[in-house]
């Protein structure tokens, strides 16, 4: 190999350092006001709701709570859902009694959020010819809408759902969260 193609390639190398070296430098990261979250903070989230299962659909009011102490990650925790309307199915008639739910982790990303290990159990009222659903969802994408300052969250996931202890099936939810009024705009990523 001669001189000239040595420097060539070893330029070129450089280059692409140099190029990619901003990108990996700088992680997207929790902001409060534009500056680094460093910080404990929760942070109040209402919104809807609606799954499908393979017994049926409904919609659901949703409230959560997202904690995080800054850097690159948050979680889940206290969620919850009320008022739920059966769509279709076996579900068109019936009323979740009880929701039970394991903290789910938050990922933060340059322009959206990744949720992951979401896991919840609804319990359905007596008359319901479903008793339980314990769905889970592996990761989903949580859409920000000015992800600079954040007041409505949107996602969608699929996974999978166990209706009575059954096998598997199949899972999809989706819906949309606003930011508490105290904390609207103010918390953003970046």
């Given at each position: 190999m001669s001189l000239k193609r040595i420097?060539?390639?070893?330029?070129?190398?450089?280059v692409a350092l140099a190029l990619a070296a901003p990108a990996s430098a700088v992680a997207a990261e929790w902001k409060h006001e534009g500056a680094p979250l460093a910080e404990h903070v929760e942070i109040g989230l209402t919104g809807g709701e609606v799954f499908v299962t393979e017994a049926g659909g409904m919609i659901c009011n949703a409230a959560a709570t997202l904690t995080t102490e800054g850097g690159s990650s948050g979680e889940i925790i206290n969620y919850e859902t009320t008022?739920?309307?059966?769509?279709?199915?076996e579900l068109s008639a019936c009323e979740v009694v009880a929701t039970e739910e394991v903290p789910w982790g938050v990922d933060v990303n340059?322009?959206?959020?990744?949720?992951?290990?979401?896991?919840?159990?609804?319990?359905?009222?007596?008359?319901c010819p479903v008793g339980e659903i314990e769905s889970t969802i592996p990761a989903m994408t949580a859409f920000l809408v000015e992800p600079e300052a954040i007041t409505e969250i949107e996602y969608f996931g699929g996974g999978s759902a166990s209706i009575d202890g059954g096998s598997p099936g199949e899972y999809e939810a989706f819906g949309s969260w606003s930011v508490a009024p105290e904390a609207s705009g103010t918390y953003g990523i970046g």
């Open positions: 420097l060539t390639l070893g330029a070129a190398a450089l008022k739920c309307m059966g769509l279709f199915g340059a322009t959206d959020l990744t949720i992951t290990g979401s896991t919840l159990v609804r319990v359905f009222d007596p008359e």
